[in-house]
């Protein structure tokens, strides 16, 4: 049999652009989902990578507002920032030269983070979505935007491997394997936040029962449709939802 040689590239350029295209929207129903749950208000930005090269960042404007089909901009992990992008991308391009494992970032306002973070202090694992961020929360310990690529290092050298970083009166960052799960420890992250400033005020008398590094990795979980189930909450009603089709550990926006 002969190959058709000329056929081949252009179906490849069509099965990249079908690529791009879907995960143009998973990124779109992404950071709907992140502003309707009151996590971003008119800052903030999340983005999917697409392979080992590139990633894709919503479009520059309120996440809240970005339209059905409003096009995202393809970023390059090594390289400067494509015109009209945000400047703290630079974050994202951090996470994913260093990890190759996340597939989604956010860069988020959630208002009790912020709050607890002018306190310089992270959620601690008091409740269950607490857990997911053992040891703890880093702090980076600075309240002026990311301007810089030495900066934006810098932040997420103090990330590390954790799944989020709380930059202190400047909102946070979090990273995981899928846009779900960065959707949800996003959410978890901020509950977490909640709870430890409810307790904060009855601590003086009634100290807080945290959670140990056992319990927690009991605890931090993924069983029992756990990421699926609250994405489905946080997503639903979203004019581009698809079916979702997930397994126990990952999903993808459908």
Same mark, same amino acid.
């Given at each position: 049999m002969t190959q058709n040689t000329h056929a081949a590239p252009s179906l490849a350029l069509a099965a990249t652009r079908a690529d791009v295209s879907e995960a143009d929207r998973a990124v779109r129903v992404a950071a709907r !989902?992140? +502003?309707? #749950? $009151?996590?971003?208000? #008119?800052? $903030?930005?999340?983005? /999917?990578?697409?392979?080992?090269e590139h990633f894709l960042v919503c479009a520059a404007r309120p996440m809240g507002l970005i339209g059905v089909g409003e096009a995202g901009t393809v970023v390059p992990i090594n390289g400067p920032l494509p015109d009209g992008v945000l400047g703290e991308v630079r974050l994202h391009q951090q996470i994913y030269r260093r990890r190759p494992g996340i597939g989604a970032v956010a860069r988020t306002m959630p208002p009790k983070t912020m709050s607890l973070s002018t306190l310089r202090r992270t959620p601690r694992a008091l409740h269950g979505p607490g857990t997911y961020f053992a040891p703890g929360v880093p702090l980076w310990d600075d309240p002026q935007l990311i301007r810089s690529d030495a900066q934006a290092q810098? /932040?997420?050298? !103090?990330? $590390?491997?954790?799944? +989020? /970083? /709380?930059m202190r009166g400047n909102g946070a960052v979090v990273a995981a394997d899928t846009l779900e799960a960065m959707v949800a420890l996003t959410w978890y992250l901020e509950d977490a936040a909640r709870v430890d400033l409810d307790v904060l005020a009855l601590e003086a008398t009634l100290p807080a029962a945290v959670l140990d590094a056992t319990e927690c990795e009991a605890r931090a979980t993924r069983s029992g449709r756990i990421i699926e189930r609250m994405w489905e909450y946080l997503s639903a009603g979203d004019p581009e939802l698809h079916d979702i089709t997930s397994d126990n550990t990952t999903a993808s926006i459908r």
């Open positions: !989902t992140l +502003a309707r #749950a $009151g996590l971003a208000h #008119a800052y $903030g930005h999340c983005s /999917v990578r697409l392979d080992d810098a /932040v997420i050298d !103090t990330m $590390g491997e954790n799944a +989020a /970083v /709380v």
